[in-house]
């Protein structure tokens, strides 16, 4: 599915606190409508980096870049109204726990609807048919009686395909996911991650997902970018991350759960190595 056409340009990007500590350090990546995938430890900036490319950091954090562009437009300096604009129209971003991320005093059908009222002038009642189509196509089953349910009465599942409608609604050319199957059962994980894979591809997006979950990425995505503490330290096709060189790549995919590693002693990372090996590869 990649396509050269690109949607995200980053230059020298830097995210610091008001004290000038900086949590995400000069790293720069390029993507077009491909499924590339964001892993790390926690801490590493993974999530910072992707709520700067939505407009969503707190003004605590003071964000600078050579080159920033979503679409071919420089956003760096964007207002909050132009941010709005772009946000759930152009670009979308699921998160991870629809416990937390839906509205508990909404019915479903009015929280995938908001997007059409806020980017789209649109009779009622065509919302409400784009609604029961968009609950439909991420799989759920009787869309209109689904929509006047409340986020209590849906399983974890359920809610984290109502917050990937939503994403979807106003067709985005982009969507983030980040770490979107974290809060679900491990049987459901895979068929959410199909679920988003699967429309990415047949509406010809591009895809950035947050995971720590390396075989999942490698199952999903066709590129892999490595955070680790602030500074992207390694990159390569997702096909390849069982290959991989890097000694920090390689560390996370032999921590990887796997049945077959039941009662053996994980690898253990030399981060004085991987210090001196980071800090070399950034001069």
């Known amino acids: ?36 995938a964001l892993v ?9 980096t992707a709520r700067s490319l939505m407009g969503l950091l707190p003004a605590s954090l003071h964000v600078q870049a050579n080159r920033f562009e979503l679409l071919g437009e420089a956003v760096l300096a964007y207002s909050q109204r132009q941010w709005l604009q772009l946000r759930g129209k152009q670009v979308s971003m699921v998160l991870q726990d629809p416990k937390y991320a839906l509205n508990p005093s909404q019915n479903i059908g009015r929280q995938v609807e908001e997007p059409l009222v806020l980017h789209q002038s649109l009779a009622k009642k065509t919302r409400v048919e784009k609604v029961e189509h968009m609950l439909d196509a991420v799989g759920l089953p009787n869309p209109a009686k689904l929509r006047k349910l409340y986020p209590h009465q849906l399983s974890g599942g359920m809610g984290q395909r109502v ?7 106003n067709d985005p050319q982009f969507l983030i996911a ?43 995505c066709e590129r892999v970018l490595v955070m680790y503490q602030g500074q992207l330290i390694d990159q390569l ?47």
């Not at 396509?3 to 004290?19: A, G, K, M, R, W």
């Not at 917050?163 to 609604?169: G, Q, W």
């Not at 390849?240 to 690898?267: E, V």
Request: with cysteine; glycine share 6%; charged share 20%.
């Open 40 to 48: 790390g430890e926690s801490g590493s900036g993974k999530s910072l």
């Open 1 to 36: 599915m990649t396509n050269n056409s690109s949607l995200i340009q980053v230059e020298n990007l830097h995210i610091s606190l008001e004290d000038s500590t900086e949590l995400v350090k000069g790293i720069d990546f390029a993507m077009g409508r491909e499924r590339v």
């Open 178 to 220: 980040d770490e979107p199957t974290s809060a679900l059962d491990h049987a459901v994980r895979d068929q959410v991650l199909e679920l988003i894979a699967s429309l990415v591809e047949e509406r010809n997006m591009g895809l950035l997902l947050i995971s720590h979950d390396l075989q999942q990425v490698a199952d999903y």
């Open 237 to 283: 096709p997702a096909s390849q991350l069982s290959n991989a060189t890097h000694p920090y790549t390689q560390t996370l995919w032999s921590c990887r759960p796997n049945i077959d590693k039941r009662g053996q002693t994980l690898p253990v990372l030399d981060r004085g190595a991987l210090a001196t090996l980071t800090e070399g590869a950034a001069k």
């Open 163 to 169: 917050m990937l409608a939503i994403a979807l609604i």
